[in-house]
């Protein structure tokens, strides 16, 4: 795992993961054929420059002030099986590489704040599982919404 020496270097860190995502997902809407799944790869768009603009903000500002909230986690990304991305994604196959690509993100910072004994790293990196956490909780909720609840 790479070694952080700063708190900026933590943030470029994830600042650079969340363009990677932007970058993921623009990707999938080019190549997507079916008007409906390109608006839901341009909502998460949306969600990864929205997280990278919180990122970006809190470097500029140099401190964090975190609102402490317990993020629920429906766990349904925990009893799907892998999901590839593929140019011909349906909405449910969409949904789910959402999931995981949030479930990994959220499971590095979690395992970065446990590695640190430095308290300002821990929080930032405590910051930023939440922040994961939430968007992992809104594809959830919308698998749950609207697949779950058809089947």
């Known amino acids: 795992m790479k070694k952080f020496n700063s708190t900026k270097e933590i ?45 970006q903000k809190l470097k500029a500002e140099g401190k964090l002030n975190v609102i402490e909230s317990k993020i629920t986690d429906l766990k349904i990304s925990d009893y799907l099986t892998e999901q590839e991305p593929n140019d011909d994604m349906s909405y449910t196959e969409a949904l789910i590489v959402a999931m995981q690509k949030e479930k990994a993100a959220f499971r590095l910072y979690s395992d970065l704040a446990e590695l ?20 992992k909780l809104k594809f959830e909720t919308e698998y749950d919404d609207n697949v779950l609840k058809e089947n």
């Open 116 to 135: 640190t004994d430095d308290v300002e790293l821990k929080k930032t990196f405590t910051f930023l599982a939440n922040e994961e956490a939430k968007h």
């Open 11 to 55: 943030l470029d860190f994830a600042i650079k993961g969340e363009q990677d995502a932007i970058d993921f997902y623009a990707n999938l809407y080019k190549k997507a054929k079916h008007e409906h799944i390109k608006e839901v790869y341009k909502e998460y768009i949306a969600e990864e420059q929205s997280h990278k603009s919180k990122l």
